[in-house]
């Protein structure tokens, strides 16, 4: 407590001063019980936290001890002088009410100082208060966020995370966390690396290292190894799939695309996230590869990324403009379909478009029509 009153004393860091108007306003909270007896934590759930009767209800189930609006109101003020608004603290107090049961003095404000040491301002701690109240409140959740604030680069990234998976500070992190993230880097990863895997699979740092380990022994088993440029992609497809699944998915390309298992493992080598598209997308493409454009299997299995684009947006649309201008004899030297592919938009449309105005002055509203999903009956030359 000693300790406490120092950092937070007017002759302390400026940094954490406002610390000083958070505990006051907590101190300075009404304490309302001239009836302990008459104290109803339900009612002070709805007309004082902002919860609905029925949140109120499931959440006074785990607070019937408290007697006082005391400790509760000290609470909420506490959080008011943090950045919380109404909303966002009876949102907090709705996931976690044990909150309302914290020491301001003891429990939240050296938290806020921790996590000011860190870096955090006011307002990034009122986002983790507000999506993790009871990790908040936790006895280790500095030291948790000095070790993930680094991993992940930035609290933007982090928030992130926090957002799709808020139990993330709830799981150990030298058991658990640290294990994988360090297992990972072995294999290659960089922390920017596990940070955007997380980002897609939030479960990857908190997930039991065995399996972590057997995600990637099945990204080895697939063609893509440790050391890969594709090793957090491969990741990302083949997490928490069942090796049924994942059997399933390959024999699925192999049919579809008429691959060997060797051009398989060359596909997935060069574009992981293959295995993530479903069955319905990989067909529509394998009929318009083969029965339109006329690619062989091979060359597919050599330039998987085709299979990544929209059939809409860019696949179709480009083709139609490619035979168009080739029929027309505006094409020139012949062009690899896979290299008009991979081209911008807009050099696209500086190369293929512009040029032919004069000669073609309906293609850019066919190609227009056709990236719209409209299959114009054909493209008019005059």
Request: hydrophobic share 40%.
């Amino acid at each position: 407590m000693l300790r406490l009153r120092r950092l937070l004393s007017p002759s302390s860091n400026s940094s954490v001063s406002p610390l000083l108007r958070l505990l006051s306003a907590s101190a300075s909270a009404p304490r309302i019980s001239p009836n302990p007896s008459s104290f109803a934590i339900e009612e002070y759930l709805v007309d004082t936290c902002g919860l609905t009767r029925p949140q109120a209800l499931k959440a006074s189930l785990k607070l019937s001890h408290i007697k006082s609006a005391a400790k509760p109101n000290a609470v909420l003020a506490f959080l008011s002088g943090l950045g919380l608004s109404g909303a966002d603290a009876a949102a907090a107090v709705a996931k976690d009410p044990r909150l309302l049961c914290a020491k301001v003095d003891k429990t939240l404000a050296p938290k806020v100082i921790g996590l000011i040491g860190l870096g955090l301002s006011r307002p990034d701690i009122a986002r983790i208060v507000s999506l993790t109240p009871d990790c908040f409140r936790s006895r280790n959740i500095v030291s948790k966020l000095h070790y993930l604030l680094p991993l992940f680069g930035s609290f933007h990234s982090f928030l992130r995370l926090l957002k799709r998976s808020s139990r993330l500070l709830s799981f150990d992190l030298h058991k658990v966390v640290k294990p994988n993230a360090a297992f990972l880097r072995e294999c290659g990863l960089g922390d920017c690396d596990i940070a955007k895997l997380c980002i897609f699979v939030p479960r990857m740092l908190t997930t039991n290292p065995e399996r972590v380990r057997a995600m990637v022994a099945c990204a080895e088993r697939l063609g893509v190894p440790r050391g890969s440029g594709m090793l957090r992609q491969a990741l990302q497809a083949v997490a928490f799939l069942s090796e049924e699944k994942i059997a399933s998915k390959v024999e699925y390309l192999k049919n579809t695309f008429r691959w060997s298992d060797a051009q398989v493992r060359i596909a997935v080598c060069k574009y992981p996230n293959l295995l993530s598209k479903s069955k319905e997308s990989l067909k529509r493409r394998s009929e318009f590869f083969f029965f339109e454009v006329g690619l062989e299997s091979a060359y597919i299995a050599h330039r998987p990324v085709l299979l990544s684009y929209s059939m809409q947006g860019r696949l179709r649309p480009r083709y139609y403009v490619i035979k168009f201008l080739k029929a027309n004899g505006l094409l020139g030297q012949y062009r690899d379909y896979y290299s008009i592919v991979m081209l911008s938009e807009k050099v696209f449309v500086e190369k293929f478009i512009c040029p032919h105005k004069k000669a073609a002055p309906h293609l850019a509203e066919n190609y227009a029509t056709a990236c719209k999903g409209e299959v114009p009956t054909n493209f008019r030359f005059t």
